[in-house]
């Protein structure tokens, strides 16, 4: 059972800022939020991650408010090459040989850049 | 970022034949990589943990003797899919994590860039 809820597509022109908002009400104590883009018969790429506040690199913003239960990634002036799903994902279970955190991948929200 | 690879990137098998997947972390050491799946217009779908130096493992309704996983090295896991299906057709993909688990809170998993498994 996916930890996070995000909208399943999102239309756009380019240029314009998109923001994507993820809702993940049990986030425990521990866990970063973070935010991957994939496209279609390629592996996902990390886009950002943040556990609190806001994070900004070179290509996005992730806000992400006080309580935690929810975060948007902000992608500014987006392009064409921007159409692509993108995941919002929090820790899972916790593999107990390595105490690395699994992931449990949602649906996505599928972004459309048209021109 | 960190850089995962995979080889081969597409195969094509015939039904009842064994096909092998590596996943190389390339600049880093990975003592544990994922196996996931990913049908089309679906999401990926975790298969399996894979640790260097112990068993693999499986996530609930993944065979274990299907797909075999072998963790060489720091850098190198193998998936084999034993006996293919076509419905074992789908996309492979792999992921290592940089840095974290016990030893620290982030750990961002970098992924490779799948496999295309087609069984004819």
């Known amino acids: 059972l996916a930890k996070t809820t995000q909208p399943i597509s999102m239309d756009s022109y380019e240029g314009q800022e998109v923001n994507i908002t993820c809702s993940h009400n049990?986030?425990?104590?521990?866990?970063?939020i973070t935010w991957y883009q994939q496209f279609p018969s390629q592996g996902p790429r990390f886009i950002i991650q943040?556990?609190?506040t806001k994070v900004t690199n070179e290509v996005a913003s992730l806000f992400i408010p006080a309580d935690r239960k929810s975060s948007t990634l902000s992608l500014p002036r987006v392009s064409l090459s921007d159409t692509a799903v993108y995941y919002c994902?929090?820790?899972?279970?916790?593999?107990?040989?390595?105490?690395?955190?699994?992931?449990?991948f949602g649906k996505g929200t599928m972004l459309l850049v048209s021109p | 970022g960190a850089v995962v690879s995979q080889h081969p990137s597409w195969v094509i098998c015939k039904s009842g034949t064994s096909v092998k997947i590596e996943c190389r972390s390339l600049?880093?050491?990975?003592?544990?990589m994922f196996w996931y799946r990913q049908f089309p217009k679906q999401s990926l779908m975790l298969m399996a943990t894979?640790?260097?130096?112990?068993?693999?493992?499986?996530e609930q309704g993944v065979e274990k003797d299907k797909f075999l996983i072998n963790h060489a090295s720091l850098t190198l896991s193998t998936l084999t899919v034993t006996s293919a299906h076509p419905e074992d057709s789908s996309f492979y993909i792999c992921?290592?994590?940089?840095?974290?688990?016990?030893?620290?809170?982030?750990?961002?998993?970098?992924f490779g860039p799948g496999t295309r498994l087609t069984v004819l």
């Open positions: 992921s290592a994590p940089l840095a974290g688990g016990f030893f620290g809170d982030t750990d961002t998993q970098y």
């Open positions: 049990n986030i425990a104590t521990n866990d970063y």
């Open positions: 943040g556990y609190k």
């Open positions: 994902l929090v820790g899972d279970s916790r593999d107990g040989v390595s105490g690395y955190s699994t992931l449990t």
């Open positions: 600049d880093f050491q990975a003592t544990t």
């Open positions: 894979s640790n260097e130096g112990s068993k693999a493992t499986y």
